[in-house]
């Protein structure tokens, strides 16, 4: 039983709350703090587009087709399709010689509401570009035009969702290599945008990002692949996710010293390269929005060394005061002291 | 620790899970069935909306003002905002001689993305109409208008949302007498609406809503008043809710059979008139939206005799196929084994 990571407040009582686990490791493998169940299978969704992103780079597709930081970024996203997102994924595929029919990441409404209400407010509709993962596919994309040198692209790409295409062997081959995890006996399941999933446990999650983060422990061109991402990310936060995010407005704040990424159904994984260290975390019953959210705040507030306004500001992520329509206080997020408490050092 | 009730499944794999508890119980007050804590109290929030308009009824209001089988439906209402919705409020509302201004729940935009984008793509910004809550608190005005007779209303009306008004101490008397909870002893928060909201065992909720179904136990006004909202409610299910939403297309489906109203923060309550029987659920981390639906369609297909047709609509809200953006069937969301074994009769 994992225990209460997240509570939510309503005047002085615990109205709901979260439970879950958290693996933080060094890139040696270590276990530096564990919370709950580190080592159930869980299936880190879109927690881990660096690591499916690591081919891209070491690939030498981002070379040939002189992919710049905003693009290497959009490749590690789950955005919120706004049009710098649209713009650039756009831009990457020209590169390529393909277009938005290229994109087998199927098309949803933006997540964000009020970037669905500026679409509609100008009478369009969305199409694949606006998929949260049409980064992480553009980049696919990038590999196949790097794997299938010399044949014909659109047809070389098509499929390049399945298991079998020589794009997710990659893929396959990079997240098995950073994590450190047999993907042959994990539980197996189908992506939101329709590429496989390995249920994988949070320690080797938690292993793979502090390899991540530091290099240790990976082949030479995934190591240099994992930096140039990071560095690429660093530089461009907006790109990872979007306005008011909290991937973008931390990465913002913190730069390099935090690569943080979600994943749906409450996965949260970072690296802290400062620190030598990687996170982990699942939140039991899939809330990303308010659980995952505050749990990785509370632990980059617990692992990395911040300034007193960097420390405030984080504050702010783990330690939410909330408002009604009002605007009058109802209550509050926060992490729990337990969660505190097992990350204290 | 409560149970897992809801499963979120990926693949073969449980990528998530919801714990949470089930009250069951006839109008003496017997407990039929019991999953996980009933006795701990927790916040009702929306769930309770039909007690909360009890009010209206009992006190003369609705007739004297003669609303509605719409109108009372969306005084017990957590509406999508449609312009359906917004219409019949603001009917309420001239009813009473007051506007849209007098409304105390503040403004959000509708909770469902279509209608947001609905709203933008006509260029226009929400009101307190839109409000999920509005036509609770147009009913509200409507008791103010009858408790403040020969009064000048907007004056009298003012702060309604406030502990110590007339209007909210005849609704939290009525919840008191419907639940036969003290509510002098409850935990205490304010709602999202700004109107006080009380901690309650799940056991006192579903004993109010056996009462609510049956008139058992409750003092013959409101006995009367139980009875005229729930026909209301059955008549203009549309009301309650909206398109798409559990709550309207179950009623639609099962009309009289059973009364059942969510609220926030993974609270779920019925009454099923022909067994006699309440219902309250509370899913401990506040889902709504998938785990509080499924745990009632899993409960309502237990208690209620439904023939093949409905028991088949039922199944198909209790276990639920997922498909990715490209229509390809990813998972499911299921009722727990164990929660249909502890209901199984």
């Given at each position: 039983m994992n225990p209460v990571l997240v509570e939510a407040m309503r005047g002085n009582?615990?109205?709901?709350?979260?439970?879950?686990?958290?693996?933080?490791?060094?890139?040696?493998?270590?276990?530096?703090?564990?919370?709950?169940d580190i080592e159930?299978?869980?299936?880190?969704?879109?927690?881990?587009?660096?690591?499916q992103a690591l081919p891209l780079v070491d690939s030498g597709a981002a070379e040939q087709l002189g992919l710049d930081d905003e693009e290497l970024a959009i490749a590690c996203a789950s955005h919120n399709g706004e049009p710098a997102h649209t713009t650039v994924v756009a831009r990457m595929l020209r590169k390529t010689g393909l277009d938005v029919n290229a994109l087998e990441c199927g098309t949803h409404w933006p997540?964000?509401?009020?970037?669905?209400?500026?679409?509609?407010?100008?009478?369009?509709?969305?199409?694949?570009?606006?998929?949260?993962?049409?980064?992480?596919?553009?980049?696919?994309?990038?590999?196949?035009?790097?794997?299938?040198?010399?044949?014909?692209?659109?047809?070389?790409?098509?499929g390049y969702v399945g298991p079998a295409h020589p794009v997710m062997r990659a893929v396959t081959a990079a997240l098995q290599a950073a994590t450190g995890f047999d993907l042959e006996r994990a539980p197996r399941g189908t992506d939101g945008?329709?590429?496989?999933?390995?249920?994988?446990?949070?320690r080797h999650l938690a292993?793979?990002?502090?390899?991540?983060?530091?290099?240790?422990?990976?082949?030479?061109?995934?190591?240099?692949?994992?930096?140039?991402?990071?560095?690429?990310?660093?530089?461009q936060p907006f790109m990872v996710a979007g306005s008011g995010r909290f991937d973008t407005i931390v990465m913002q704040a913190l730069g390099e010293r935090v690569f943080c990424k979600v994943g749906a159904e409450g996965v949260f994984?970072?690296?802290?390269?400062?620190?030598?260290?990687?996170?982990a975390i699942k939140i039991d019953d899939g809330n990303n929005a308010r659980a995952a959210e505050v749990a990785m705040a509370a632990t980059i507030e617990s692992c990395v060394d911040l300034d007193d306004a960097a420390a405030r500001f984080m504050r702010g992520l783990s330690d939410v005061t909330l408002h009604n329509w009002n605007g009058i206080e109802v209550g509050a997020l926060r992490?729990?002291?337990?969660?505190?408490?097992?990350?204290?050092r």
């Open positions: 009582t615990r109205e709901s709350a979260h439970r879950g686990a958290i693996a933080v490791l060094d890139a040696d493998g270590s276990i530096v703090a564990a919370i709950g159930r299978p869980i299936f880190p969704r879109s927690a881990v587009k660096v690591l997540y964000r509401e009020s970037v669905q209400r500026e679409l509609a407010a100008a009478g369009t509709a969305p199409n694949a570009l606006h998929n949260n993962c049409s980064g992480k596919h553009a980049g696919f994309l990038c590999v196949a035009c790097r794997l299938g040198a010399g044949l014909d692209l659109r047809q070389y790409a098509k945008c329709s590429i496989p999933t390995f249920a994988i446990p949070l292993h793979a990002f502090a390899r991540v983060g530091t290099g240790t422990g990976l082949a030479p061109g995934l190591a240099r692949a994992a930096k140039r991402l990071r560095e690429a990310v660093a530089r994984c970072a690296a802290l390269p400062e620190r030598g260290l990687g996170v992490a729990s002291d337990g969660l505190r408490d097992a990350l204290r």
